[in-house]
């Protein structure tokens, strides 16, 4: 390993240092793919190095100062000839080291996946693996998912919807989600592949984290998406949503997701007002459900809540009497009110009880402008 280092280090420092007479730049070059291509772990491990800055802090960090000052000074001495034989040196270590492409890496998942002999360990290995491979795919990394969709890695990832073990297919509509959040070609990928009602049986699962993790994956499939919102809507999903908000005794965070996806739903009917909106809109009862989350004691479930009504009350489907003798809106919102001024006294959230009264306010303004109309 010393001599790895030593080797690295000296090289760049005579490159950087010492005029190369067949290099009119006025130093010895390391080739521009060679160092993005870097990877240079130490041993028995599988780190590696993205960028020649990360290569050199690791190899000064891995070296004998002594022995770096005196090699350093017998590289000075080396001829043109010899400093371009270390040169092949190096870039012989990078290729050997070099790291495997993102479309190599979901190859071998891939592969892992489809191989029915693999051990549980390696499909959870697996699955992790494409997680981390999509995660950029928010940043316009359009590459990888297309990638993943051609190597039929997204076929394989359903099928681990059907595994007997509930972290498989909680991985496995993780993927789902993160996949198809913000990409409709994604989501009409995968509502190809008939998934949509297998994830929303998930939603209902007594595991916590498949229930979560399948909600996820639904809400990124339908968000903003007409042809899934119609899919959603058949298979009786704003009933659904509305079995999850009257329940209390539900995880939090799958009661957030719920309301939070009914509050999108909501305001994409708003911005296509041409569409016909699903009569589940209206009813009395989700309508209810969502104004009692006010009362919750998790500021951020109120908050949500409160999105999801401003957005219901601007929908001309829904009816402001239903909204203050069926749903108490006007108690609910004066409650509420008495609640955040009693919170403002916490310097810590301060802040944000005073953002969550700010839309409190304007969502009673639109209620009020609703019963005028009505």
């Not at 979560?212 to 809400?219: C, G």
């Not at 659904?240 to 957030?256: E, P, T």
């Not at 955040?340 to 301060?350: F, G, K, P, T, V």
Request: hydrophobic share 45%; proline share 3%; aromatic share 4%.
């Amino acid at each position: 390993m010393d001599r790895i280092c030593l080797t690295l280090l000296l090289f760049v420092a005579v490159a950087m240092c010492r005029a190369d007479t067949n290099n009119s730049s006025g130093g010895l070059l390391l080739p521009t793919d060679a160092v993005d291509s870097v990877l240079v772990p130490p041993e028995n491990s599988d780190g590696g190095f993205s960028s020649l800055d990360s290569m050199l802090n690791w190899a000064i960090s891995n070296s004998d100062p002594e022995k770096l000052k005196e090699s350093a000074q017998a590289q000075q001495r080396l001829s043109p000839s010899e400093l371009q034989k270390r040169q092949m040196e190096i870039k012989e270590i990078m290729e050997k080291t070099k790291m495997p492409s993102d479309g190599e890496l979901m190859k071998i998942a891939i592969s892992d996946l489809n191989n029915k002999s693999a051990s549980l360990e390696d499909r959870y290995r697996a699955l992790q693996e494409l997680l981390e491979l999509v995660e950029p795919i928010d940043n316009a990394n359009g590459e990888s998912i297309m990638d993943l969709h051609k190597l039929g890695g997204l076929v394989v990832i359903t099928q681990e919807l059907n595994h007997s073990d509930p972290g498989i297919r909680t991985i496995a509509a993780w993927i789902l989600g993160k996949a198809s959040q913000n990409n409709p070609i994604v989501q009409q990928q995968v509502l190809e592949l008939q998934v949509l009602s297998k994830l929303m049986k998930m939603v209902k699962s007594d595991s916590v984290e498949e229930a979560n993790k399948a909600l996820y994956a639904v809400s990124a499939l339908i968000r903003n998406n007409a042809a899934s919102q119609e899919k959603f809507y058949a298979e009786a999903g704003g009933w659904m949503l509305h079995d999850i908000l009257r329940n209390a005794n539900l995880d939090i965070r799958l009661r957030k997701k719920a309301v939070l996806l009914l509050a999108d739903l909501a305001a994409y009917q708003l911005e296509n007002v041409d569409r016909d909106g699903p009569p589940f809109f209206n009813d009395r009862d989700l309508l209810k459900s969502v104004v009692d989350l006010t009362a919750s004691p998790d500021l951020d479930l109120q908050e949500k809540a409160l999105v999801a009504i401003k957005s219901f009350l601007q929908l001309r489907i829904t009816e402001a009497l239903v909204f203050r003798d069926f749903c108490a809106l006007g108690n609910a919102l004066n409650r509420m009110k008495q609640s955040l001024h009693d919170l403002m006294a916490d310097e810590y959230q301060r802040d944000y009880v005073m953002d969550v009264e700010t839309l409190r306010i304007e969502v009673e303004q639109i209620f009020h402008k609703k019963l005028v109309k009505q």
